[in-house]
């Protein structure tokens, strides 16, 4: 078993090249999935894929719906900036609610119209297990952040989730 001839290289490529334009101009967008590894300052925002971003065929509103397993449903802000698309206002609120950590995994699967449902796996591998736990916001935190002055007011800070039965 030698190298392999200048023909099955050249062929390879173009096969690669297929691979690449079926999966993006044939493929169901509701087939595809991006992950992203948590690294550096991600609290405030998260960059999307620049290639997801380029070739994406579906459809992305300037407020996007994130899902995850429990059923809540959070609403993030999509921003155009220098390092190029990022989930904005209400991403802080969802890294906090789930405990997102440097060193997770994320797993955006599109889910039609601007809705992603995420998976989030810690360093171990393993599923984090707050995202299969319903967030019940029951008001207390809001009060208590109002009375003591420290409610942000800018109202793209005030995103919580909204579970299956909510409006």
Same mark, same amino acid.
């Given at each position: 078993?030698?190298?392999?001839?200048?023909?099955?290289?050249?062929?390879?490529?173009?096969?690669?090249?297929?691979?690449?334009?079926?999966?993006? $101009?044939?493929?169901?967008? @509701?087939?595809?999935?991006? +992950?992203? &590894? *948590?690294?550096?300052? !991600?609290?405030?925002?998260?960059?999307?894929?620049?290639?997801?971003?380029?070739?994406?065929?579906?459809?992305?509103?300037?407020?996007?719906?994130?899902?995850?397993?429990?059923?809540?449903?959070?609403?993030?802000?999509?921003?155009?900036?220098?390092?190029?698309?990022?989930?904005?206002?209400?991403?802080?609120?969802?890294?906090?609610?789930?405990?997102?950590?440097?060193? $997770?995994?994320?797993?955006? @699967?599109?889910?039609?119209? +601007?809705? &992603? *449902?995420?998976?989030? !796996?810690?360093?171990?591998?393993?599923?984090?297990?707050?995202?299969?736990?319903?967030?019940?916001?029951?008001?207390?935190?809001?009060?208590?952040?109002?009375?003591?002055?420290?409610?942000?007011?800018?109202?793209?800070?005030?995103?919580?989730?909204?579970?299956?039965?909510?409006?």
């Amino acid at each position: 078993m030698g190298e392999e001839c200048r023909h099955c290289k050249k062929w390879k490529e173009h096969c690669r090249k297929f691979e690449e334009h079926f999966y993006w $101009d044939h493929v169901d967008v @509701k087939k595809m999935h991006f +992950s992203k &590894f *948590i690294t550096g300052d !991600f609290s405030s925002c998260m960059v999307l894929p620049k290639k997801f971003i380029d070739h994406f065929k579906g459809e992305l509103l300037e407020t996007i719906e994130l899902k995850v397993p429990s059923g809540d449903k959070w609403h993030v802000e999509l921003k155009k900036t220098g390092d190029g698309v990022v989930l904005d206002c209400g991403w802080t609120n969802f890294v906090v609610a789930y405990g997102i950590l440097e060193n $997770d995994t994320l797993v955006f @699967k599109y889910d039609g119209r +601007s809705s &992603f *449902i995420v998976l989030i !796996f810690e360093q171990s591998g393993c599923e984090k297990a707050a995202s299969h736990c319903a967030m019940r916001k029951d008001g207390m935190e809001e009060l208590c952040a109002i009375a003591y002055g420290k409610k942000d007011r800018h109202p793209c800070y005030e995103s919580s989730p909204r579970t299956s039965e909510q409006p």
